[in-house]
């Protein structure tokens, strides 16, 4: 079946301006991931969603970031104000159902942000 | 706190065996994953360690020693498309987000 998308694929943007990123899990996975991957850097956990739970945001960088998931299906990763800091690839991963033992991390292409 | 220490670059040639090493220090320890990830790719799922011991996957084999916090990837019959980075995660006893390293740079050589 299809893998795990995301859009854009590529996003140049104006510092200060709002930028938004859309992940579509692989369909049936609960859990949701987002990370970032700066140039040479590891990758960096932002925040996690698992079914209906409260999400976990304790990687969000600042609160110019936010993310949500509708309907426990697709995320958007918001940044707003963007920096020049924020320039990185921003990956997205779904699994499984946890509870089920199901450990693997699925990721999707990524969506590398540029900000100038 | 959470430390991963991973080598910054390796390189090999084509045919040989290469292993690439990974010492964690974690507030909990869940399991450890080596993924591949290939220059403007996602990363791709390649093994998981959680009890001690050689996990072996054709070419590629993963060792993880819980005691002394170590595991490494070990690739056998090295192929220019092995070329890629490989990195290191532990995951923590939430069953949450994964902890990478850096990752390790493998270049292949003919």
């Known amino acids: 079946g299809a893998g795990v998308s995301q859009s854009p694929s590529n996003k140049v943007t104006e510092k200060g301006k709002d930028v938004e990123l859309r992940c579509d899990p692989i369909?049936?996975?609960?859990?949701l991931y987002w990370y970032r991957q700066s140039l040479g850097q590891g990758l960096e956990f932002l925040i996690y969603f698992q079914g209906n739970s409260a999400p976990d945001k304790s990687g969000l960088p600042s609160d110019r970031f936010s993310a949500e998931r509708t309907g426990g299906s697709v995320s958007t990763l918001t940044i707003q104000r963007t920096q020049q800091e924020d320039s990185a690839v921003y990956l997205c991963?779904?699994?499984?159902?946890?509870?089920?033992?199901?450990?693997?991390?699925?990721f999707g292409p990524g969506t590398r942000l540029t900000v100038t | 706190g959470q430390n991963i220490d991973q080598p910054t670059e390796m390189t090999a040639t084509e045919g040989a065996i290469v292993q690439i090493n990974c010492t964690y220090q974690t507030s909990g320890f869940n399991g450890l994953f080596w993924y591949q990830q290939h220059a403007g790719e996602a990363p791709t799922f390649l093994s998981y360690n959680v009890l001690d011991g050689l996990e072996e996957k054709g070419r590629f084999s993963s060792f993880l020693s819980r005691s002394k916090g170590y595991s490494y990837l070990l690739l056998k019959e090295l192929q220019m498309k092995d070329s890629a980075s490989y990195l290191c995660?532990?995951?923590?006893?939430?069953?949450?987000?994964?902890?990478f390293g850096t990752g390790t740079r493998l270049l292949v050589s003919p």
């Open positions: 991963a779904s699994t499984p159902n946890l509870v089920l033992g199901s450990y693997e991390q699925y």
């Open positions: 995660a532990v995951r923590p006893p939430s069953f949450q987000k994964l902890v």
């Open positions: 369909s049936g996975h609960t859990a």
